[in-house]
Nanobody, 129 residues
Framework: EVQLVESGGGLVQAGGSLRLSCAAS????????IGWFRQAPGKEREGVSC????????YYADSVKGRFTISSDSAKNTVYLQMNSLKPEDTAVYYC??????????????????????WGQGTQVTVSS
């Protein structure tokens, strides 16, 4: 059974940093796709950053480019989202999602949430001004 557990959310002041973790179980990181999505109240879900082993690519939404970094640790089966220079508009519930076998590019995955089979429960990130 695949499980994704996010952690690392919290309250931070604008300009601060947080690192989100997505611990995965039930599959290995030899052929995978994992993405981070976020959803703020009243807004649509947004693909923030995705990684796919199908083409070893990473994707970042324009709103987070240069501030967020996605990385993975295959030994720990964990994907991280390092978030720097946080802004109030980054406030949202952040979810990680996984596809056990990577079929598509990271760009496609981040723009097509339906492509992921598994989702975590979400972690709240709140950035105060």
């Amino acid at each position: 059974e695949v499980q994704l557990v996010e952690s690392g959310g919290g309250l931070v002041q604008a300009g601060g940093s947080l690192r989100l973790s997505c611990a995965a179980s039930g599959f290995t990181f030899d052929n995978y796709a994992i993405g981070w999505f976020r959803q703020a109240p009243g807004k649509e879900r947004e693909g923030v950053s995705c990684i796919s082993s199908s083409d070893s690519s990473t994707y970042y939404a324009d709103s987070v480019k240069g501030r967020f970094t996605i990385s993975s640790d295959s030994a720990k089966n964990t994907v991280y989202l390092q978030m720097n220079s946080l802004k109030p508009e980054d406030t949202a519930v952040y979810y990680c999602a996984a596809d056990r076998k990577a079929y598509y590019s990271s760009t496609y995955y981040c723009q097509s949430a339906w492509a992921y089979d598994y989702w975590g429960q979400g972690t709240q990130v709140t950035v105060s001004s």
